[in-house]
């Protein structure tokens, strides 16, 4: 077998050649597509446009047989087999989208091998009938693309790759390639194991987008600074804008499209031709912006989208440099923007408590808030952190917001303790739970109906905060979030201490706080949120 091997090469880069139409092969294809040539097994975590799909499509193509690409993206499939198809390569699928008679004619094509590469969506594979189809046909290679949706820790978990464990245990010489975008060390072990990966060879691409220019504002008009960011940076430049909702996609994409920018909705409760025709007209034209949810862009090939747009804060690190990463792959200066503020934070962690699953699965979604919380808190470099993250080194990269403005720290303690204790004292004095803004409203002393009403201007910490207007105080409060030294709870996003309060109600800890960008601050002032 190993003989081959050399063979295996030149072959391997005459098919880049002759079928894809590239010259050479990137960072580690080569020794990727020579390990599964070779019958050996690889895991692969490469950044999104890294190049993964040819590290099997390659093999594929190379070794006797059929290769059979296992993928969740049912919706993508019949995208990947056209491009495929055009480039004269024999490819199909098998999911639950087909009749009958399409099927049979995919088997047969696959029997007779009449056929390079077989998607199959994870479910199909624990069908008894397809595992038959399997073993009366030559199988190449076995890919597993997102191989971290087997990852119950990850942010993706598909229930139905649990079941890939088994295609070791059944096809023992058939070499097996996992790869994904997105796995911190603890993703990447555990898909290792789960797979059944142990003899292995892990190819670890480097996670850096040196291209990307991280940003992370304060949100305050959303929808106005977007707008700002597009005319000033990117007038005329495609790109993706996230939103949370289907109601802000509809809203913010009518706004852009208001204002003079081609802008089009994308979620998945539009039907399904006009999505298709939605994306399509993103890959086709120029300078036009999706506004989606973040149902798009899974498999979305489009080299020169210049920016990608947070309006909402993403649910974790790992989504948030997957959505971020379809930014730029054709290498050239993008810019990854996130607006976030305070009401976010509340709105996730209400999602979190309200999750279906139990604790266990809330404190995984709780933890990979906070790892988002601490991204967009940092003082440090954002890409650092980002690389960190993934268990990655770097240095300082001059190129997010906070190596180009460093932002300033302050000695927050004395704030942060006269808020803990405007906490303390509505829970303790009146047995009553309140929201940041009421508490932020009784600190500056506002008499307004709702303090009336509970008499809250009796409270001793009545008026003590006035030395901080209104949105720096909501950064605080923000910042304590992040920090875990206050936390949320419950529909209404009401306050609670945390033992960290404690510590900082007792003097014990000290609270370095980021220092609000002055812009924001006035900007959040003038729209009075
Ligand atoms: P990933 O799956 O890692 O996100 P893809 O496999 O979709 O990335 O590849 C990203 C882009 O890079 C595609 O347009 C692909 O055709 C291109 N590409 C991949 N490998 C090469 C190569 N060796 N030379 C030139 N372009 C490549």
């Known amino acids: 077998v190993r003989e081959e091997t050399g063979a295996g090469a030149s072959e391997a880069l005459e098919v880049l050649r002759r079928v894809f139409g590239y010259d050479s092969f990137r960072g580690q294809q080569d020794e990727i597509i020579g390990q599964v040539v070779g019958g050996g097994d690889a895991l692969v975590l490469m950044p999104t446009g890294g190049g993964k799909s040819l590290c099997y499509q390659i093999p594929a193509l190379v ?54 590469l077989l998607y199959l969506a994870p479910e199909r594979l624990s069908a008894e009938s397809t595992r038959r189809l399997l073993d009366r046909g030559t199988v190449a290679l076995f890919a597993i693309d997102e191989a971290h949706c087997v990852s119950q820790w990850g942010h993706d978990f598909r229930p139905d790759y649990l079941g890939l464990s088994e295609l070791h245990e059944r096809w023992p010489d058939v070499p097996r390639i996992a790869l994904t975008a997105t796995a911190t060390e603890a993703t990447h072990t555990e898909i290792a194991n789960r797979l059944n990966l142990r003899e292995a060879r892990h190819f670890v691409a480097s996670f850096d987008r040196p291209n990307i220019q991280y940003r992370i504002v304060g949100k305050n008009d959303p929808k106005r600074q977007l ?219 506002k008499s307004t109906p709702k303090v009336q009403q509970h008499q809250h201007d009796a409270l001793t910490v009545f008026g003590i905060g006035s030395e901080l207007a209104e949105p720096e105080w909501r950064g605080v409060v923000r910042q304590l979030l992040a920090q875990g030294l206050l936390a949320v709870e419950g529909d209404y996003g009401t306050l609670v201490l945390t033992e960290g309060s404690g510590e900082v109600l007792g003097r014990r800890r000290e609270v370095l706080l980021r220092r609000e960008p002055e812009r924001t601050a006035r900007a959040a002032a003038r729209s009075g949120k």
Request: glycine residues 8%; contains cysteine.
């Open 227 to 445: 707008l700002e960011l597009l005319r000033t940076e990117h007038a005329g430049d495609a790109g993706i804008v996230y939103c949370l909702s289907r109601a802000s996609v509809e809203k913010t994409a009518e706004f852009l499209v208001d204002n003079g920018i081609p802008a089009v909705p994308y979620h998945a409760k539009l039907d399904s031709r006009t999505r298709a025709r939605n994306q399509s007209r993103f890959l086709r034209e120029d300078g036009l912006i999706v506004v989606a949810t973040i149902a798009f862009g899974m498999g979305i090939d489009k080299p020169d989208v210049r920016f990608v747009a947070h309006l909402d804060l993403p649910k974790s690190v790992e989504g948030y440099y997957q959505e971020t990463g379809r930014a730029g792959r054709d290498g050239l200066p993008s810019t990854a923007w996130l607006a976030y503020g305070l009401q976010d934070v509340v709105q996730q962690r209400k999602m979190i408590d309200t999750s279906e699953g139990d604790a266990a699965h809330r404190r995984r979604l709780a933890s990979h808030l906070d790892a988002m919380l601490a991204l967009c808190e940092t003082v440090t470099c954002r890409r650092v952190q980002l690389l960190n993250y993934f268990g990655q080194q770097g240095s300082a990269c001059g190129n997010c917001d906070t190596c180009l403005t460093p932002p300033q720290t302050w000695d927050g303690t004395v704030p942060a303790q006269k808020l803990l204790s405007a906490v303390y004292r509505l829970a303790n004095e009146r047995g009553q739970k309140f929201g940041a803004g009421q508490v932020i409203d009784i600190l500056l002393g």
């Open 63 to 116: 070794r006797e047989g059929v290769g059979v690409v296992i993928s969740p993206l049912i919706a993508l499939m019949q995208d990947q087999v056209d491009a495929l198809r055009a480039l004269g390569v024999r490819a199909g699928f098998l999911n639950s989208s087909q009749d009958f008679e399409e099927r049979r004619q995919v088997e047969a094509d696959f029997l007779a091998e009449e056929m390079d």
